[in-house]
């Protein structure tokens, strides 16, 4: 995304002639800015070649997913709708891994139906509700057991997954019980250890700690496993102060844990390879003064783009078009929903605005659509990919008929 002059564009598609053509508010990807992702993830961890399971929960588009499956990927789904979605973009499920807390009954027979790679456990009880279902169906299924490792991933509170008091995982005593319980098993194949200590994260060194802890645990249990689910998190940058996460230390750590070891490597990333492919379009319906401060309520709200509001995120803006007025006053980016949350940011310094301007809210690829709801009885946005200068609409604009 560049501005040309002086008007933004996204590949070889100026932004202002979407919003006029598509209306707002809309999601738009970049095809080239997504396979540059892959790329350079990739590229990053090379010398073990890892499986790499795209997260879906990031960004369930079944026209984004299909793209990523031509790049390679694999899907790490958290539910049904997840696991239908990444076997019907083509996914193999020799390439899909299952996590979760709470699977149910029906959940885990679909994964047993469909032969996935890993179903990654959770629990004692998920364990034995796998073995009865593979039991009364003559298999032998492959799983994972995941450990929390109790690290802090140095992440927003929300988004962290690895300290002791987060749901997710087992903790070392309960790992080493099941690791036997599972040996023991005619109907269970445990194959892969898993961990995720959360998301957004941009220091390398709670993954070096993460992976210290982890081999010494699998030196403890002697066994062998296939696979070494490291889960995603990989953070980016939302701003330009933030620091980038350091992949060449994370690597090498991952390099001298793999020493010796013969297992291959899962990667479940999510917003590393599609956050900063989408920015929302969006266009000011009002602008209303109250004191220093000039509310700019535009058309996009918290329903379409939740994180400002449930994790005090950031999200820079941009004009659609530059034109260099600064203005004197504060804005504040707020959308029409009934709630003070309902707001994305507070800006000094931003270009002289007026009624009907689009902005875009930067950097909404992942955790944006799918997090996305009709809360205020608002139709979910269109979602488009651009490829050089084609546009593709990849999901209409939800219809009041759809939602009421
Ligand atoms: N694997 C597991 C088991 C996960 O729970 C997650 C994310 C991922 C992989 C992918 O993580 P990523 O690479 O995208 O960081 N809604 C929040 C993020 C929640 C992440 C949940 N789990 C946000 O908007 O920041």
Known sequence: MKFINNK?????VFVQN??????TPTYCYSNKKLKENINIFRKNFKSFSPLICFSIKSNPNINLIKKIKKFGLGADVVSLGELIVALKAGISPKKIVFSGVGKTTEEIT?????NILLINAESKSEIKEIERIAKNKKKRVQIGIRLNPNTDAKTLNQISTGKKENKFGVNEKIFYELVRYCKNSNNINLKCLSVHIGSQILDYKPYEKMLKIIDKIITKTDYNFDFIDLGGGMGIKYDDKTKKLNYNKYNLAIKKFLKNKKSKIIFEPGRSIIGNTGILISKIIYIKKSGKKSFVIID????????????????????SIKNFK?????????????????????????????EKDIIVICDVGAYGMSLSSNYNLRPKPLEILIEGSKIKVIKKRQKYTDII
């Open 110 to 114: 679909y994964a047993i139906d469909k």
């Open 326 to 354: 600064k203005s004197k006053r504060i804005y504040e980016f707020v959308g029409p929903i009934c709630e003070s949350t309902d707001k994305f940011s507070t800006v000094n310094n931003f270009q002289n605005l007026k």
């Open 18 to 23: 979407i919003a006029e053509k598509y209306d």
């Open 300 to 319: 996009a709200a918290m329903n379409d783009l939740m994180r400002p509001a449930l994790y005090g995120a950031i999200h820079s803006i941009l004009p």
């Open 8 to 12: 933004l564009k996204i590949e070889n």
